[in-house]
Every structure is written in structure tokens, then in C-alpha cells.
């Protein structure tokens, strides 16, 4: 496995989860991995020149009041977690089973990017995008601000990436399975 230590995408990837080694088999965008497939739209001027817009976020309508506010006090308590290098109050906003990625290989990248960076990260705009009830999964949309400040050369980075986490309710609450992030 490669991590490539570039600053930001070491934020957003301590977010995301260590790369497993496993392939999937599900191409990218697929219906079943969170993200919507129709991330832009075209549209045509008079002069039928083309140009993209980003679709615009709509919060899930079924979510009830009492689950949003436990799936986005989990978000909340991870995010604060990484910003104080809290690796057990993170790990334990993760699943022990998660989808997209191996937890142990997360705990030991996470546990590096603290020894490498002063990293903090910083939603916005965080909205619950679909929710299955049934299912018990949650897909929350945010923006993400992720700042890394190397310790040894002091240089810092800032990128703010647009993200999906899936959450899975699971015999402790809710915890991240899985995490999408695009540029």
C-alpha cells in the first residue's frame, strides 16, 4: 500500500480511512457507493457553448429529527477528535467494520499524519443526503477544510474538498462505514 504524504491529501485521507489493499469490484460512482452520480449538469447558452454546474444539495426529507441530531453529534465528535489528536475518541467515531477501508490500517495512519502534521479539519455545510431507515445508513454531504502544517519543515497546506460519509448504526451508535471525498 502508498500513502502519498502531500499535506492535504494526508487530511483528507486520515479522514477518509487508510487505502485497503482489497479491489472492489463496484466502478466508481456506482449506485451503491454513496455519491450521486449526477455530481454536475450541463447546460447550454444560446450559442450552445457548454459549461457545468454543480447540482445543488437537498437534505434528505425522512430523516427523523432525533437521528439527524445523533448522526451529526458523531460527525462532530470526529472532527474534534482529529483536531485535538484524540486517536481513541476518533477511532471510536469509526466502525470496526467499515465498507471502503481496514480500521487497523486507519488507526495506524491516523496515529502517523498526528506524528507528521498539525492538522486540523473544518466542516461546513454538513447535510444529511439520503437516509434508510431500513438499512439504518445515513450519507452526509459537507464541504470539508482540511489545513496540515508539516512539523518538521513548518510548511502548511489548505484545500477544502467536497465529502460524502457514510454512517451505519451499528450496537453503539452511529459510526462512519465509509468515505467518499472529491476536489
Not at 454536475?40 to 425522512?62: F, G
Not at 470496526?96 to 496515529?111: I, L, M, R, T, W
Not at 438499512?135 to 489548505?158: C, I, L, P, Q, Y
Request: net charge negative; glycine share 4%; charged share 25%.
Amino acid at each position: 500500500m502508498t500513502h502519498k504524504w502531500i499535506p492535504a491529501f494526508l487530511l483528507a485521507g486520515a479522514v477518509l480511512a487508510g487505502c485497503s489493499e482489497e479491489e472492489s469490484d463496484q466502478a466508481a460512482n456506482s449506485a451503491s457507493d454513496g455519491e450521486t452520480q449526477n455530481a454536475t449538469q450541463e447546460t447550454h447558452t444560446a450559442e450552445e457553448e457548454t459549461t457545468s454546474a454543480k447540482a445543488p444539495i437537498e437534505e434528505a426529507a425522512n430523516v427523523p429529527e432525533a437521528e439527524s441530531a445523533a448522526i451529526l453529534a458523531v460527525l462532530d465528535q470526529q472532527v474534534q477528535a482529529f483536531n485535538e489528536q484524540n486517536i481513541d475518541a476518533y477511532m471510536a467515531t469509526i466502525s470496526e467494520n467499515p465498507e471502503s477501508f481496514d480500521y487497523e490500517e486507519e488507526k495506524a495512519y491516523v496515529e502517523k499524519v498526528f506524528r507528521t502534521f498539525d492538522a486540523t479539519m473544518t466542516p461546513s455545510n454538513a447535510t444529511i443526503i439520503q437516509y434508510d431507515d431500513e438499512a439504518e445508513t445515513a450519507n452526509v454531504f459537507m464541504n470539508m477544510e482540511s489545513t496540515s502544517k508539516d512539523s518538521s519543515s513548518g510548511k502548511e497546506v489548505s484545500q477544502t474538498t467536497r465529502q460524502i460519509m457514510v454512517f451505519q448504526k451499528e450496537e453503539g451508535g452511529w459510526k462512519q462505514v465509509s468515505l467518499f471525498a472529491m476536489e
